[in-house]
């Protein structure tokens, strides 16, 4: 009887934790991509999990971005409303998650400052790139993965 009690509390325990990945729409992978067109671009990519919007300002990344995840996040927010809102991205991701912020190029000063400032605070990693021919995305979005699992290497 005990046996039975034991599979069932396992089936439930996985249902469960199932139900929470699917309701989320992002698995507890090992990284997870959110934030604007450049994270949309990066997971796409590393061939991870995103949730992104191409043109999305930082107020709306708060907003959507899952809450409570773990393991890696790399964040790209700011440079659309010039970092409104990137201290309420890192809120919303949570103490559990390790974050890596794509710093936006320094001629967006304000978005750069904001992620900066807020990285700094929580004792987060950061990773630059080579920005292509609008001046904003990068030049190479394989390049910039490389950086970023660089980054996740470091102790």
């Not at 396992?10 to 992002?26: D, H, Q, S, Y």
């Not at 927010?77 to 991701?93: K, S």
């Amino acid at each position: 009887m005990t046996m039975r009690r034991v599979a069932l509390a396992f089936i439930l325990i996985w249902v469960f934790f199932a139900a929470m990945c699917f309701w989320t729409g992002v698995s507890h992978a090992s990284e997870v991509y959110g934030g604007d067109s450049i994270a949309c671009g990066a997971g796409r990519a590393a061939h991870a999990p995103t949730r992104c919007r191409v043109g999305a300002g930082s107020c709306e990344i708060a907003e959507k971005v899952p809450s409570g995840l773990w393991g890696w996040v790399i964040l790209s927010a700011g440079v659309n409303d010039d970092g409104a809102c990137v201290r309420g991205v890192r809120l919303r991701v949570g103490y559990t998650a390790k974050v890596i912020w794509i710093v936006s190029p320094p001629k967006y000063w304000k978005a750069r400052i904001a992620q900066l400032a807020t990285g700094n605070d929580w004792g987060d990693r950061f990773v630059t790139y080579v920005p292509g021919r609008d001046g904003l995305h990068p030049r190479s979005y394989p390049e910039l993965v490389k950086a970023i699992h660089a980054t996740e290497a470091l102790p």
